[in-house]
């Protein structure tokens, strides 16, 4: 096979892929997930293996990355509204009348804990194999020491309901809830402190961004409420979601990128650190209300009716691969060439073009996109990507580098 380009062929490659949408659309197909019933959370431990909890006990798993759900036998009837594992053996569910059930054979069968309490648990989250705390009404913050053997209350110093409790570390975590609330602790709940959120609306969600980056957080809630901060919530800041849906869970795949799901079906995705959301057609009418990313390129959403969505166009990770600073954007040959199933693309950023959107798309041989592996701010440096085409069939591809009146185009093989 030939490994390069007519003259003729270029400029038809061109004027196709110039004449095309620059902005690639995110992709999000449903799934066929065997019940009806609403589903609150869902979690992957890893790409395969994933979980989803809902209405009247419902837990249904996968061990196919979403290809085929079973029912799992959880012994409640309680509504279950948070799921989370350690790893795909140990995991955890919390829901109605103060339900907390544990496993520890990847959901063959669940045992009940005693939480101590008779209130609906929104949210249940581990630091580790013993550190774990619960949130739910009228304040209540539950903690365990021992994976879930004993829980202990804790005074959270509010009566208003707690949807979500997030922690970056075993000291240092945050609740969020009814009326715009926002505590932290700094001793693994011990204290914790009042923070003023600057909004009255219900907030539902709250994560941060990055497991490195402790003070930088995004809380989502009702009527399209999106509030962040850099500073560790000394001060909370606004940002314009361009919907007024409400918003039940966000979550971030990469620290400029993340995701947040919620009412009639909607999706967000920022990928400058939700300077700016844009909305996905996620292909539903559905209310969702969880979303989760296992790895940047592959995600999950659940909702109400039972729906289940996959999308495997997800921001893929991107990493500076040196502290140069370019003087001209490029677009280097991708390594390897011919590759199976994975090859590393690079390109440049020259000082003075962080305000650029950079799109950096991969289209087939015939000119429809596959992928757009980058679509956002990137400050100056020397970038490296990884394509992933386990997905794709062998054959030529074309990748184009899209940044204000630049753009490049390269050519490369998949071979299987």
Known sequence: MKRYFTVLGISILMYFISTSIVYGQQTWVQLVSGTTQDLYSVYFPNTNTGFTVGASGTIRK???????????????????????????????????????RRTTNGGTNWTAQTSGVTVTLYEIFFCDANTGYAAGTNGTIRKTTNGGTNWAGLTSGTTND?????????????????????????????????????????????????????????SIGNNGTIISTTNGGTNWNSQNS?????????????????YAAGQNGTILRTTNGGANWVQSVSGTNNTLRSIYFPIPSTGFSVGLNGTILKTTSGFVGIEPVNNSVPDKFGLSQNYPNPFNPVTKIRFEIPAGNSNENIVLTVYDAIGKEVSTLVDGNLQTGVYEIDFDGSNLPSGAYYYKLKAGNFTDVKKMVLVK
């Open 62 to 100: 996968t061990i196919n990355g979403g290809t085929n759900w079973s029912g799992l036998t959880s012994g409640t009837t309680s509504d279950l509204f948070e799921v989370f594992f350690l790893n795909p053996s140990t995991g955890y569910v919390s829901g109605s009348n103060g339900t907390i």
């Open 162 to 218: 707690l949807y979500e409790v997030h922690f970056i570390m075993n000291n240092l975590g945050y609740v969020v809830g009814a009326g715009g609330t926002v505590r932290y602790t700094t001793n693994g709940g011990t204290n914790w402190i009042a923070q003023t959120s600057g909004t009255t609306q219900s907030l539902l969600d709250v994560r941060f961004s990055s497991t490195f980056l402790t003070n930088a957080l995004t």
């Open 242 to 258: 361009g919907t007024n849906n409400d918003l039940y869970e966000i979550h971030f795949s990469f620290p400029t990128v993340g």
